[in-house]
């Protein structure tokens, strides 16, 4: 963490300055803002701490709710939500009190009784396979607090304003005209843009008329947090339980005590008219004792419950407008599916991450209005993807014994299948912000429209070994990592072609890396690297300090034995790899064409004459 480059910092260096509309930031809403996001969900949170990376802007997050979520219903956290987590600055906090996964377990009917259930399978869980960061549970009001916190701490210093409930809206050429009902009255705030991040039951998709394409899958399921004594030996192992009975998912909760269990109640009749919903919890404690036969829980309380019927749905369209958007949907807002796949809350946040840069650039010049046409191309086929992907899933969760003929098919297809429920799957198309021209052969570890996988490399300020991806924040910029080629003359050359381009694109009186943070990867031992280009060392803050941090280094040392270049198929003609400020890598360069930079970057950032002006 870098701090102090702004002066000295005695207290907590996560609580940024204010600055902008964050300074004397008023109690009450506002007439006019830049960005309404109705709802406090986990798009909605993660969205008001990116907005407060953009002080220049005036943000506001409205909720229904008269306070902060005390019970969140998702649970599950994916290693890519923990990788945007670190971007947050809160990774290792949350990772410290939530549950680790390190295993999955699968049980089935004993052939000798099978009334009875057997451990069949124990397999390792995907998490580390695929990633530094782990597959965790936590209780999604713990993620939304910790997303208030880096809100509030950002130079915006957006906190939520509780008690406001959504009417309606309009959308007219320049803005968009809402109706809220607060504790007052009713009221209108005019918004340039506003982010639907309410729900399945989203009022700004109703005032929008877009509507949830799909159907229910007439298959129930009742969920419980539990605490309980209980003889089933893998109480505290997430388990896939098959038995003649039904079926059971359970996983383990933060606290060591706490698990939740999805318990299958079985198929729904078409005119139940969701009569099952009001299944009472003696019922699927009963169910869930039958299943687990012969072991037995005796709950001693349930913090939670609720019995709901598997349903898959998208929206039509993520947006108001396909070409001149004013109206953005999130998450639940915009995709429906059932729960065990732990997909919900991860999605919802990808949703929010690739929304809130988009929005800050335009709202403050960087980009035109052009570029928010690129949420609904991106997000809705991801979306699409979840709904098949839950679709099988769920179907292979829900089946009987006799419906299964390889007892290994369940873990086979979790562990097969693990890049997209990891949420490293996403692998955006080519558009204005994905290169289509790539030259992907020179870094083939980064592929062009999937996030940016980190490696270890040595930090030559201070020899110390860091993940390179790590150093980056959610704070709106670009990042250019420039891997040099084998005597770094290409790369000198390159970088004072890019400095130039760097400065065209940076605001007027703005440090240097102010937009972009452009990165020094150098093939040979740190201890030999001296001669480094100054874009590599800009000075920021109002002292003007020079950061030392941009400068790197993959030969292995006494801390790692990593060697980037090796693992991400870096040749020694070196690469340059542009990355967006949402972790997602949109081209790839060689250090011989600098043009190639500025061409795509022409597409993509408008000229800056100055900061935007508030709302």
């Known amino acids: 963490m870098q701090f102090h480059h702004h002066g000295y910092v005695s207290g907590d260096p996560r609580v940024h300055n204010a600055a902008g509309t964050g300074i004397d930031r008023p109690t009450d809403l506002p007439d006019r803002v830049d960005v309404l996001i109705v709802g406090s969900g986990p798009a909605g949170m993660l969205l008001a701490a990116q907005m407060s990376q953009f002080p220049q802007l005036t943000s506001r997050l409205i909720e229904k709710r008269d306070g902060r979520l005390t019970l969140g219903q998702a649970d599950g956290i994916q290693p890519r939500s923990v990788e945007t987590f670190q971007a947050f600055g809160f990774a290792d906090r949350i990772t410290a009190e939530a549950y680790n996964i390190g295993w999955m377990n699968f049980w089935a009917p004993d052939p000798d009784d099978p009334q009875r259930i057997i451990r069949t399978t124990r397999t390792e869980d995907y998490g580390y396979k695929i990633s530094e960061f782990p597959h965790l549970i936590v209780n999604q009001a713990r993620v939304l607090d910790y997303f208030a916190e880096a809100a509030a701490n950002g130079p915006a210093r957006i ?19 809402v109706r809220v009902r607060t504790a007052s009255g009713e009221r209108t705030i005019r918004a340039k843009y506003v982010v639907g991040c309410d729900g399945a039951r989203s009022g700004v998709r109703q005032a929008i008329g877009r509507t949830h394409v799909g159907a229910a899958a ?3 399921w009742g969920v419980m947090d539990v605490l309980v004594e209980t003889d089933f030996p893998d109480w505290r192992i997430k388990c896939a339980i098959n038995a003649a009975a039904g079926n059971i998912l359970h996983i383990p909760r933060e606290g060591g005590y706490l698990s939740r269990m999805y318990i299958d109640l079985g198929e729904v009749a078409a005119d139940d008219d969701h009569r099952v919903r009001r299944t009472p919890i003696e019922e699927v404690i009963r169910r869930a004792n039958e299943i687990l036969h012969p072991y037995t829980i005796d709950v001693k309380q349930v913090a939670w419950h609720s019995v709901y019927e598997v349903g898959h749905r998208v929206t039509d369209q993520f947006v108001d407008d396909l070409e001149n958007p004013r109206v953005f949907l999130t998450g639940d807002a915009c995709h429906t599916h059932s729960a065990k796949a732990g997909q919900g809350m991860n999605v919802s946040m990808q949703d929010g991450f690739n929304l809130g840069w988009k929005l800050g650039h335009v709202l403050t010049g960087l980009a ?5 046409r690129t949420y609904d191309e991106e997000r809705r086929p991801v979306a699409q993807q ?3 992907f839950d679709r099988e899933w769920s179907s292979l969760m829900a089946r009987k014994p006799g419906e299964i003929t390889d007892p290994d098919e369940l873990a086979t297809y979790y562990l097969a299948t693990a890049e997209f429920p990891s949420g490293f799957g996403t692998h955006y198309a080519p558009s204005r912000i994905v290169a289509a021209d790539a030259a992907g052969e020179l870094a083939s570890g980064f592929p062009v429209g999937k996030r940016f996988k980190s490696v270890e490399v040595v930090r030559v300020c201070d020899g110390n070994a860091v993940h390179l991806g790590h150093h980056a924040r959610a704070d709106g910029r670009w990042r250019v990592y420039a891997f040099a080629d084998a005597d770094g003359s290409a790369l000198a050359t390159w970088a004072t072609d890019a400095r130039a381009i760097v400065e065209r694109l940076t605001p007027v009186g703005a440090d240097l890396d102010a937009v972009f943070d452009v990165k020094a990867i150098y093939p040979g031992r740190w201890e030999d690297v001296v001669d480094v280009p100054s874009l590599f060392r800009p000075r920021s803050g109002p002292l003007g300090l020079t950061d030392l941090e941009k400068v790197f280094a993959a030969a292995p ?3 790692t ?12 003609e070196g690469a340059v790899v542009v990355v967006r400020p949402d972790q997602y890598v949109a081209h790839v360069l060689p250090l011989s064409e600098p043009e190639g930079l500025e061409r795509f970057l022409a597409g993509v950032m408008a000229v800056p004459a100055a900061a935007a002006s508030p709302a």
């Open 561 to 572: 034995s990593s060697d980037i270049f090796a693992e991400r198929g870096i040749g020694a």
């Open 557 to 559: 040392s006494a801390w």
């Open 368 to 372: 035109s209005a052009g570029l928010l």
């Open 218 to 220: 007439q298959h129930a």
């Open 386 to 388: 979840l709904i098949d």
């Open 159 to 177: 906190t939520p304003d509780y008690g406001v409930e959504f009417l309606g809206l309009e959308v007219h050429d320049d803005d968009v005209e």
